[in-house]
């Protein structure tokens, strides 16, 4: 049982669990009723799931699907994809033209998201080419989308904010009819599960760790790092496309303005969170993904306290600047030495904890 | 040697760039005003920045083509320093007419001076700027607050028994903003109405959905929707939709929006929002006619034009006010 417990504090997951540990405890102490969920019946008829954890389950979606496939251009490209909101932009519009030109059937929409996720992917794969082929920085590399991307979208809209409207879509962005639970949550585990299972069944995830760690020993070990850093940007234009066309299908419309504005950031910070090093290297999906239920939690949580919604972003910066300052390493062993000295005799178990 | 290889490099390519700033105005060359054609350069931001733009960028075209007589540049910039220098060449290329929708209020002074001297005249449409007004003959701006003022004006007509409002608010410092603000702030002050929530959503549909949520989520009561814009309206009407909260004429929530998109019309038009208050992208008409105006030799009564703006109520709109007066598609 000790060492099971001294396994997971060592594991990339105990800040961004005990951070969210952290958070629901606040919550409760505040008001007790903030998780409390019910069912109620929506204008469509369905009886749903209603309540702030729905909210916040349901709200990080987007960016916990970005967050997937930014950690792996993390751990691969030891840099960040800045441009993924700009490019869900670009798959949001696509995705949205493609629905307008033809009737919305359950084949049409099938297709409008398997065209967007291509447009992306190609995007993303010119992003990709840029980072592996001719090894500019990441952060510069992506710049280019990051600013190009929503005049790119705007040329596909021709200047307007479309909109789309169809039982099809709001089931897609709201709830499917019979079931109670947001069908982004249903998505976002369904992508999680997928990806998983690719991680597990296939080398990828350690391929990619690999070649985050050090390159040249990859390529000597007959690993084309070009070839792990061009996959884990096309897993992440999927991605891209992914959250673009859920985020669309919420409001059924495309304001490629403001389309998932500033994730970028959220995503990245989500990455952080979630104990992958932004230097590339070792990764955890898991803990990326529930770095984004914090970031939104946080921001539920915020929105509940009436906190206005222009200063939420400093509160945000402060709980985050504490959170990755606590998973430092510098504060790190300075908490374990601090503990040695403390507790000369008993070293041991929940070192990170008290850390924390 | 490499740095001066790169001195030289950064050199020609400022150049290159000042050139691709400086040339497109160039065009309209000296066709000889006795034609009758009058000339006129157009300086504006691109269709590209908004629905809005885009609509005053086409009435633009519309009104000021070869078959009205007209022989119009355009330029188009986000950038003010872009915008001078372009209007600047206009005034080199000798222009009638000079119409600025500028992109920041201030350092046009030199510019419109210039102008004056060359003895064009200016128009400025859309967005005021900061110079004296000797320097324009007029000037054709909506009115942000008189758009707020017409919203909690129907409003108080409403006579509801009480207005618990929730109120999303655009980016927070913007024209539309302040102007769409300040008269229900008013309201909120002298106690006639109840603020549930005040909360700026940037004029992302999302953050209003969010926004929308948590209060719902609270368990707080409201019976007023009043989003400052179309967008955010709709983001907060999904919130209410999934939550069972209905909307409408006669229903719960009264949901109330700004700039009368299409789209939104047609929710009216249904019954599903109460009342869109118009900002009018059409300016092109109005100074045509003063254009015309002065053409005949006829002084212009007054310096500020406000736009002529409505608002359309979900009980009383037609298909033609959405045909009319909707903007996009």
Known sequence: MGNGLKKFTRSQLVIPLFSLLLLVVFNLIRDVEFFSVSIVTNNQGNRVLSGNLISILNGASAVAIISIGMTLITSSCKGQDISVAAVAAIAGSVFVSVLRSNEITVPVIILAFLFSCLVTVLFSTFNGILVAIFKIQPMIATLILFSAGRSIAYWINGGATPTVSSPLLSSIGGFIPGIPIPSPIIIMVMFLILISLVLRFTNLGLYTQVVGINEETAHLNGINPILIKL?????????????????????????????????????????????????????????????????????????????????????????????????????????????????????????PMKAS | MKKILALIMIAVLTLGLAACVATPPASGQ?????????????????????????????????????ANGYKASTFYSLKNDEQLNAAQQFITDGVDYLLISAAATDGWTNVLENAKNAGIKVFLFDRMMNVDESLFEAAVVSDMAAQGRMAVQWLKEQELPEYNVVHIQGAMGSDAQIGRTTPLDDEFAKGTMNCVIQQTATWDEATAKQIVESVINSGEKFNVVYAENDGMAKGAVAALDEAGITHGVDKEVIIIGFDCNKWALRELLAGNWNLDVQCSPFQADKIDEMIKDLEAG????????????????ARTITQEDIDKYGLGD
């Open chain 1, 231 to 351: 996959i884990a940007f096309m897993i992440s234009g999927i991605c891209v496309a992914t959250a673009g066309c859920i985020t669309v299908c919420r409001i059924g419309l495309i304001n490629h303005e403001t389309l998932l504005l500033d994730a970028e950031m959220d995503v990245i910070l989500t990455v952080a969170i979630g104990g992958t090093a932004l230097s590339g290297g070792k990764f955890n999906l898991y803990g990326s993904v529930i770095g984004a239920y914090i970031i939104q939690a946080l921001t539920v949580t915020l929105y509940a306290m009436k906190v206005p919604s222009a200063a939420v972003k400093a509160y945000k910066a402060i709980v985050i600047i504490v959170i990755v300052m606590i998973s430092s390493p510098v504060v790190k062993e300075f908490a374990i030495n601090l503990y040695k000295k403390l507790f000369k005799k008993q070293v041991g178990t929940n070192i």
């Open chain 2, 30 to 66: 000296t066709t000889g005003t006795s034609s009758g054609v009058i000339k006129i350069g157009i300086v504006n931001n691109p269709p590209s920045e908004s629905g809005y733009r885009a609509a005053n960028v086409a009435d633009f075209e519309r009104v000021f083509n070869e």
């Open chain 2, 298 to 313: 006829k002084t212009l009564p007054e310096k500020i034009v406000i736009n002529d703006e409505t608002y359309f109520d």
